[in-house]
T-cell receptor, first 113, second 110 residues
Framework: DAGVIQSPRHEVTEMGQEVTLRCKPI?????LFWYRQTMMRGLELLIY????????DSGMPEDRFSAKMPNASFSTLKIQPSEPRDSAVYFC???????????FGEGSRLTVL | EDQVTQSPEALRLQEGESSSLNCSYT??????LFWYRQDPGKGPEFLFT???AGEEKEKERLKATLTKKESFLHITAPKPEDSATYLC???????????FGKGTLLTVNP
């Protein structure tokens, strides 16, 4: 299995621009998670999906953030408009069961100037 | 609110010098404590899950233990390839969420 695939690996953009991060989970995994990692706050859960349905988005920081999962093999995290404080590494993870181990992608490093 | 504190923040060891990393947690109704390893530029990689006080898990030079308030990751005779950030994450019983600590950056010098 190729594992969780994220794109782009690096994104540099200017404040106010729209950013879209993409994720392909491991085939057969029913749960998909979006995390954000910063030095100050560590790894934070933003949102998670079960069978393509958003279950809990309480970690999404603001309305500028949105996430979708149109099918079992694809999810997006969108930031519009982006701000410098959104600079972080965004990870997608998937799992077979809710209480099981998470399989993380390699992350998308976002820099907002 | 669930809380996790990992110590030390950074640890530098010589190859073969054994040590332990600490993870102190406060969660309601622990439903598992997870250890992950994260290499630079990579996503976290699962190592262990512990479910009850007294439980131990081993993998090569690593051994994880659990008490009601802490978990330890013991590293025996480490090698340079053990250098990484080690993250712990308890899961509380009130929800599914993993609360990640900020990690311990381990550097093992040859």
């Amino acid at each position: 299995d190729a594992g969780v695939i994220q794109s782009p690996r690096h994104e540099v953009t200017e404040m106010g621009q729209e950013v879209t991060l993409r994720c392909k989970p491991i085939s057969g995994h029913d749960y998909l998670f979006w995390y954000r990692q910063t030095m100050m706050r560590g790894l934070e859960l933003l949102i998670y999906f079960n069978n393509n349905v958003p279950i809990d988005d309480s970690g999404m920081p603001e309305d500028r953030f949105s996430a979708k999962m149109p099918n079992a093999s694809f999810s997006t995290l969108k930031i519009q408009p982006s701000e410098p404080r959104d600079s972080a590494v965004y990870f997608c993870a998937s799992s077979f069961v809710l209480t099981g181990e998470l399989f993380f992608g390699e992350g998308s490093r976002l820099t907002v100037l | 609110e669930d809380q996790v504190t990992q110590s030390p923040e950074a640890l530098r060891l010589q190859e073969g010098e054994s040590s332990s990393l600490n993870c102190s947690y406060t969660v309601s109704g622990l439903r598992g404590l997870f250890w992950y390893r994260q290499d630079p530029g990579k996503g976290p990689e699962f190592l262990f899950t512990l479910y009850s006080a007294g439980e131990e898990k081993e993998k090569e030079r690593l051994k994880a233990t659990l008490t009601k308030k802490e978990s330890f990751l013991h590293i025996t005779a480490p090698k340079p390839e053990d250098s990484a950030t080690y993250l712990c994450a308890p899961r509380g019983g009130s929800n599914y969420k993993l609360t990640f600590g900020k990690g311990t950056l381990l550097t093992v010098n040859p």
